[in-house]
C-alpha cells in the first residue's frame, strides 16, 4: 500500500514538473542559437577590423594614397592628360 502511495505521489510530482522542464530545455535550445549567431556576428566583426586595419596601413604608403586618389577622386597632377579608352 505504501508503495502505491509513493508512486502516486511522484507520479503527480513529475505530471506537474515535466512541462516546466520542457519549457526549460526550450529556453536552452534557443539561448544557445543566440549565443552561436552571436558568435557568427563576432568572427565577422573581428575580420572587419583585420580588413580596416590593413587598409590603414596601406594609407601610410604614399604610393597607395596616390593611387587610391586617382583612382577614386579621379585627380591628377598639374599637366597630366587623362586619356579613355572606349570598347565596342
Known sequence: M???VLMIISLAYM?????????SL???DKLNGELNS??????SLKDEIVRYK???EHLKDDFYKEK???EKLKMVKP???IYKVLVK
Request: cysteine-free; proline content about 3%; glycine content about 4%.
Open 26 to 28: 526550450l529556453k536552452i
Open 38 to 43: 552571436i558568435k557568427l556576428k563576432k568572427q
Open 79 to 81: 599637366g597630366e592628360k
Open 68 to 70: 587610391i586618389v586617382r
Open 15 to 23: 505530471t506537474r514538473e515535466i512541462p516546466k522542464i520542457y519549457t
Open 54 to 56: 590593413i587598409a590603414t
Open 2 to 4: 505504501m508503495m502505491v
